[in-house]
C-alpha cells in the first residue's frame, strides 16, 4: 500500500476500532453500523483529497452531517447538539450523546483536532455554502459569546431536571429541531453581517468550549516547512478560520480555530505546508 494512503485506511482502522468495541461491550450492532459508516465517510473524503478532487470535504461533510441530521436527528429522535449531552449525562448513561461527544468533540480533538468542524458538522454543512468563504473582515473580540450560549445550554436542561418536568425526550426532540432552526437563523444572519461563513463557530457556537483547549494538543495538525516558505501570505489570506498557519508552535494565532480544510495547503505557492 502506498505511503500517501496511510491517513485515510488509519482513520478508517481508529473508527472501525471504535465501532467494533462499543458494538461488543454495548452489545448494540447500531454502534458497528454507525461508527463505520463514519470512518468509511471520512476515509472517502480524505482519499479524494489525495485524489485532488476539488469537492473532497464537502462529500464528507454531506455523507457525515446529512446522516446526523436526518437520520439520527430526524428520524431517530436523537438530540445530538450539547442539550442532548448534558441530558444523557444527567441520566447517566453512556449512550448517543455523551458517545458522539466523547469520540468527536472532547477527547477525539486530542487525535484529529477540529476535524469534526471541517468534514461533519451539519451546521457549518450548510454555513460553507454562504459566500463569505474566506472572511472578508477582522476578527472581532466577541469569543466570549460562546461561554454564554454554552451556560444557556446547562442551565436549559438542569432546570427541566430540577422541575421534574414529563416527557423529557419528546423535549429534547423538540429542543433539537427549535435549536438546529436558531443555529442556522443566526449562523446565517452572522455570515452576512460579518462577511464570514464561519462567524458562528468563532463567536458563537458552544461546543467550541471543549473543542478549542482539546484540539491545541492535537496530533494532527498543519505545520510549514520554513525552508520553503516565502512569506508571500497567500495560506493566511485563504483561511477562513484566521490561523496563522506559519508558525509552527502549539501558541500560533487562532491555531485552536483550525478545521484542518487544508485550504492553505491546496493554495501554498510553495509546497511549504
Ligand atoms: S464550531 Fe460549532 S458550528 Fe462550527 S463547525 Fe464546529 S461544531 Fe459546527
Ligand atoms: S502560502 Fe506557503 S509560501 Fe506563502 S506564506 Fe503560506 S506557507 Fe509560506
Ligand atoms: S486554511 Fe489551513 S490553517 Fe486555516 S483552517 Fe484550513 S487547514 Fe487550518
Redesign the pocket.
Known amino acids: 500500500m502506498k505511503k500517501k494512503y496511510f491517513l485515510p485506511v488509519a482513520m478508517l482502522a481508529v473508527f472501525e476500532t471504535i465501532a467494533i468495541t462499543l458494538w461488543l461491550t454495548k452489545d448494540n450492532l447500531f454502534y458497528l453500523f454507525n461508527f463505520s459508516y463514519i470512518g468509511l465517510s471520512i476515509a472517502l473524503g480524505i482519499f479524494l483529497f489525495i485524489q485532488n478532487y476539488r469537492h473532497a470535504r464537502r462529500v464528507t461533510q454531506l455523507l457525515v452531517g446529512l446522516y446526523m441530521l436526518v437520520y439520527l436527528g430526524l428520524i431517530c429522535g436523537e438530540n445530538m447538539q450539547i442539550e442532548g449531552f448534558w441530558y444523557y449525562l444527567f441520566t447517566g448513561v453512556f449512550e448517543a450523546a455523551t458517545i458522539h461527544y466523547a469520540v468527536a468533540k472532547i477527547f477525539g480533538p486530542l487525535l484529529f483536532g477540529r476535524g469534526w468542524c471541517g468534514y461533519a458538522c451539519w451546521t457549518a454543512m450548510i454555513l460553507d455554502l454562504l459566500p463569505y468563504k474566506t472572511p472578508e473582515r477582522e476578527r472581532r473580540p466577541i469569543g466570549w459569546l460562546r461561554y454564554i450560549t454554552f451556560a444557556a445550554s446547562l442551565v436549559f436542561v438542569s432546570a427541566l431536571f430540577l422541575a421534574h418536568v414529563e416527557n423529557m425526550e419528546r423535549i429534547m426532540f423538540w429542543a433539537f429541531l427549535v435549536g438546529n432552526l436558531l443555529y442556522y437563523a443566526v449562523g446565517i444572519g452572522l455570515a452576512f453581517l460579518f462577511k464570514d461563513n464561519r462567524a458562528f463557530c468563532k463567536y458563537i457556537c458552544p461546543i467550541t468550549v471543549f473543542l478549542k483547549p482539546m484540539s491545541y494538543f492535537s496530533l494532527l495538525r498543519v505545520t ?1 516547512d520554513e525552508s ?9 489570506q485563504i483561511c477562513p478560520m484566521d490561523v496563522d ?2 508558525d509552527n508552535s502549539r501558541k500560533r494565532k487562532n491555531g485552536t480555530e483550525c478545521i484542518l480544510c487544508h485550504e ?1 495547503v491546496k ?4 509546497n ?2
Not at 520553503?228 to 493566511?236: A, D, E, M, T, W
Not at 493554495?267 to 510553495?270: E, I, L, N, R, V
Open positions: 510549514c520553503k516558505c516565502v512569506s508571500c501570505g497567500k495560506c493566511k498557519v506559519t492553505c493554495h501554498c505557492p510553495k511549504a505546508l
